[in-house]
Nanobody, 123 residues
Framework: QVQLVESGGGLVQAGGSLRLSCVASGSIYSMNIMGWYRQASDKERELVATITTGISHFGDTHYADSVKGRFTISGNSASNMFLQMNNLKPEDTGTYYC??????????????WGQGTQVAVSS
């Protein structure tokens, strides 16, 4: 139904920046919220940031406390979503995944994931 492809990961020194991209194809209007998650090798997958992408409700964002003030999530359409990561820290290292879903009140459906892109921050 939906395919998500991430790009933009890489190796960066602490204090540097990266910009991740997620391109969605398929039934993009089956999603009204998209987000970035990350997973370090020794941790469970965690939420980084989300943005609403519905036609009538676009651009509301939420961030994990650990990235507030450093990361910015944005999207120019339901097909393109970005994560600008500034002032990177070694603890930001991990695999970053693009996620799309449809949320209606307390119900969430149509959960999609990309393959992930690697981010490594050296000290």
């Amino acid at each position: 139904q939906v395919q998500l492809v991430e790009s933009g990961g890489g190796l960066v020194q602490a204090g540097g920046s990266l910009r991740l991209s997620c391109v969605a194809s398929g039934s993009i209007y089956s999603m009204n919220i998209m987000g970035w998650y990350r997973q370090a090798s020794d941790k469970e997958r965690e939420l980084v940031a989300t943005i609403t992408t519905g036609i009538s409700h676009f651009g509301d964002t939420h961030y994990a406390d650990s990235v507030k003030g450093r990361f910015t999530i944005s999207g120019n359409s339901a097909s393109n979503m970005f994560l600008q990561m500034n002032n990177l820290k070694p603890e930001d290292t991990g695999t970053y995944y693009c996620r799309g879903a449809y949320k209606d009140g307390t119900s969430t459906r149509n959960n999609f994931w990309g393959q992930g892109t690697q981010v490594a921050v050296s000290s």
